[in-house]
């Protein structure tokens, strides 16, 4: 097993600056690894010039006993964030072909701030490996919508990773990278996470800049990390978070030392407590008669382990949880209907070559470009936002937005944290959700809800289920209560080793 296998995020920034391995090596590890696990279908591209020169860079920093506090670690990038090609000759698609040979002029936020930094800001020094498959404008929840082909879980290659960040997640699993970035507009880090038995957290909308994030639903998107722990995500979601200028719904908040907030202790806690007077809030919709045995059996194990922590679990309610599918269903298409709209073969990405008008270069550049994933989302949009219907569908939409937010808010006042199920069964056989688009909507369930809210929410692995598949554990905050998630999966993850599972059985 190569030696970025062996740690994780925490783990390889402290060999680093201990000098007992280089970023070299483990770049030059990490690439070999990639390359033998092509059929995997993860990474869209890889640099190795590009990444190399960035880990001697690193190597020079730190024998000065300079760089960031993640220097010289290897990360890969969801294809969603663009990366400046004229630096890297990596691509930014959004794995589709219409942006197929689109060459960025700068690099998103998120990968600045990872890596070299911005104006103003050091970056945490990362070093970039490649470019990370994912559904098309990440609209998919099993990673099979890409232009690119689908991606395979490594636990189980003839099944999904999940979507639309299952790239990343198939990634991190595999062992080919420590970390990846992904995003989240209605659990795709939440659900690849769980899928491939990893840790991912989408934070607080707002938390992350969106700047150089290609949009789906501009409401909704947000960006996160994803990695083999709760330790990990919160060194990573540290350097991302932060006010963008640049970035119209940035929170003016400061960055987040949400490594310090994961490892602060509880007031009255102890050492075999830690999560001593924490109220963990069980809504009963996040348990229905339909869902699947094995995943309910796992996600009670692993509250059972929040007890014996200290944790105290309570009954709530969020009444309308199934009305997040309908809400969620117009809204995000009817927003990727507006920001689909500059992909018209005029300013940049595919153009058809043959074509008789403008509207004829319309028709054809976005027949052949947009995959059917994305045509459905823009003719459902396109159709709530047309007139006549806005007010029965958009506008009634976004009150229920309301209305679901405000469920949360009264749970909140019963506890601290939610959880249960990210998803209602473990990762379900390629093509199957092909055939049936509208029940891969319906697995969502249980990620939605968050989203709509702008809420902070994670996926922690919970054990496994069916056929040794992972299961994950979704846990929810209040409004920038990142650290408080965070501290209590750390503590989890502390007392249990699921996290620590590979594929292969490795460890």
């Known amino acids: 097993m190569s030696a970025v296998s062996e740690g994780g995020v925490a783990a390889l920034a402290r ?183 990893i840790t991912g957290i989408k934070p607080t909308y707002g938390t992350c800049s969106r700047w150089g994030m290609i949009a789906f639903a501009s409401s909704l998107d947000q960006a996160g990390p994803l990695a083999r722990s709760a330790e990990d995500c919160a060194l990573l979601l540290s350097a991302m978070s932060g006010h963008d200028p640049r970035d119209a719904t940035s929170s003016e908040r400061p960055p987040q030392d949400f490594h310090a907030q994961m490892l602060a202790a509880r007031a009255g806690a102890a050492a075999a407590r830690p999560l001593a007077g924490l109220r963990i809030g069980l809504p009963r919709e996040f348990f229905p008669p339909a869902l699947a045995a094995d995943v309910a059996q796992a996600v009670r194990g692993a509250l059972a382990e929040l007890e014996r922590l200290g944790a105290t679990l309570v009954d709530v309610s969020l009444p309308r949880t199934e009305l997040a599918i309908p809400v969620y269903y117009i809204i995000a298409p009817a927003e990727a209907s507006s920001n689909l709209g500059r992909f018209d073969g005029v300013r940049y990405g595919h153009r058809a070559a043959q074509y008789a ?77 092909a055939a049936d688009p509208v029940k891969a909507y319906l697995a969502d369930i249980f990620t939605l809800p968050a989203s709509l809210a702008g809420l902070p929410a994670m996926s922690v692995p919970a054990g496994f289920g069916e056929a040794g598949m992972p299961v994950g554990l979704q846990l929810v905050g209040d409004y920038f209560a990142e650290g408080a998630l965070l501290h209590a999966a750390h503590a989890l993850q502390q007392a249990t080793d699921w996290h620590l599972k590979q594929p292969g059985g490795a460890a």
């Open 15 to 197: 060999a680093l600056r201990a000098r007992s391995v280089s970023s070299e090596e483990l770049v030059r590890a990490a690439l070999a690894r990639i390359e033998a696990a092509r059929d995997l279908g993860a990474f869209i591209a890889t640099d190795a010039e590009t990444a190399l020169a960035q880990a001697r860079t690193a190597d020079a920093g730190l024998a000065r006993g300079e760089g960031g506090p993640l220097a010289g670690v290897p990360v890969a990038h969801k294809d969603i964030f663009v990366t400046d090609f004229r630096a890297s000759r990596l691509p930014s698609t959004a794995g589709s072909k219409m942006l197929a040979g689109y060459a960025s002029p700068f690099d998103a936020t998120v990968v600045a701030r990872l890596g070299a930094g911005e104006p103003g800001r050091p970056g945490a020094g990362m070093v970039t490996l490649g470019k990370l498959n994912c559904d098309e404008f990440a609209m998919g929840s099993s990673n099979e919508n890409s232009a690119w082909g689908p991606v395979h879980n490594p636990w189980d290659r003839a099944r999904v990773p999940g979507g639309s960040s299952g790239g990343s997640a198939a990634a991190v699993a595999a062992g080919l990278v420590p970390a990846a970035t992904g995003t989240d507009t209605g659990g795709s880090i939440r659900q690849p996470a769980s899928f491939c038995g």
């Open 357 to 433: 008008d403008l509207a004829d270069m319309y028709r054809k550049t976005r027949s052949e470009g947009f995959g059917a994933e994305v045509k459905r989302r823009i003719m459902i949009g396109t159709y709530v936002l047309s007139h006549g219907y806005y007010d029965a569908y958009y506008l009634q939409a976004q009150k229920l937005r309301r209305m679901i937010a405000d469920d949360f808010r009264a749970c909140f006042g019963q506890c601290e944290l939610i959880a249960g199920p990210v998803a209602p069964t473990v990762a379900g056989p390629l093509g199957a959700q």
